[in-house]
DNA sequence: TGACAAATACCGACCAGTCGGTATCGTATG
DNA sequence: CATACGATACCGACTGGTCGGTATTTGTCA
């Protein structure tokens, strides 16, 4: 113990402990379902500590969701670096997200609260941004992708990304529900599936990432 | 008006009044963040009338779930009947899953509070037949699909299904929230990707309802 | 360095308001 | 008249949020 370090430090990781809490409560129950309390005692701290912190739960709900947003983004960002084409690239981001969303349950609580927040009161404008940010990954890709002549043309590629961004949280949705075996599998059949259709190439569906032909 | 018939159907019509307007408020608002007296406010009724036709909000939820996904389903069966080959009629299926979901805003009850029981602590069982319900049309013409040739092997009819409950889901979430211009169009267009991905052949992919070649 | 004061991090009892649910009552219909 | 239906008044539990207080650092001046 005893290595509390600097205030400034021992402050951020309350606020980080109440953030995870946050996300952790937020992604099982949904934002009205969570009670403060709930989260206050998950993080072992007391309501004190956390209006401390934040100003209110709206607060919270926001900050925890660009929280885990950002970790999802980053996550993402790093997966698609080395990917030599568009389909490539879609491939690994699809995979990516929902692997992150299967192997952290606190990463559902920006699906949760997304689709929570979108009939809230606020349409906060940040957040709103947030959003379009993991929307736009996918359309910035099928972009790229109909320039290289790697992706079908006559798709509108911003149509096509909410399809995309959609399809994993409906996917992940359901599995997170059903359960069900070797989920790590099946995702990635049907990012095959997904990937193959935006493909140009029919002849070459059986893998996009490579020359045959 | 004096119509007031007979007394049993009064009460029919006051429930089904209740239940019509808890479905609009779950809609917008999920499950949690609808208050119980929101809704009888909506409905026109009290508090009294809404005890005497149901035992709980839950019942209540369980209740509007199952009237809109009862009627979902009826649309969409009609919808199939004279497809006459499996891509057709999950095209015809996709297609009026999200039309509906457009155009009556309190289908969107039947995805709100699907999302939110899957959290809650009772798994009702009649509820996850509902889901399944949903789930098995899908997977249902992909199997057809496989036998008649139509569809592409290799890919587990029940996985895909889920992912094109999934797509439905997710595709409709994005548009209520973004909004944009013309989401029929874009519907029809995503719809004919997902299901020419899903067609046996690759040359015929522009219409897969046609006999070009 | 030591002591004292200001600032910060945190606590937990508490508040007003809202929730789902109940008990009771009026009324029209059969 | 009896009773199904619906309205009203009300309850206790719990909610998000507030507030006065305490413990621990940090800054400062001898």
């Not at 370090?5 to 951020?12: K, N, P, V």
């Not at 409906?170 to 359960?179: A, E, K, P, T, Y």
């Amino acid at each position: 113990m005893a290595m509390m370090a600097t205030r400034q430090e021992r402050g951020e990781r309350t606020r980080g402990r109440i953030l995870e809490a946050a996300a952790g409560a937020f992604a099982e129950g949904g934002y009205a379902a969570t009670s403060l309390n709930a989260i206050v005692a998950a993080s072992g701290l007391t309501k004190g500590a956390f209006y401390h912190h934040f100003d209110s739960k709206e607060e919270l709900a926001l900050a925890a969701f660009r929280y885990k947003q950002e970790q999802l983004v980053a996550r993402s960002a790093a997966a698609i670096t080395d990917a030599h084409d568009a389909p490539a690239a879609l491939r690994a981001l699809l995979c990516e997200r929902a692997a992150a969303l299967r192997e952290d349950p606190a990463s559902r609580a920006v699906l949760r609260l997304g689709a929570e927040f979108r009939a809230l009161a606020s349409p906060d404008p940040e957040f709103v941004g947030f959003q379009e940010l993991a929307i736009e990954m996918f359309a910035e890709l099928l972009r790229r992708g109909q320039d290289e002549g790697t992706i079908r043309r006559g798709l509108d590629p911003r149509a096509t990304a909410e399809l995309l961004f959609g399809a994993i949280v409906g996917m992940d949705d359901v599995w997170h529900f059903l359960g069900g075996d070797d989920l790590e599998r099946r995702s990635e059949e049907l990012v095959d599936l997904l990937v193959e259709g935006l493909a140009v190439d029919a002849e070459q569906r059986n893998d996009t990432r490579k020359e045959r032909r």
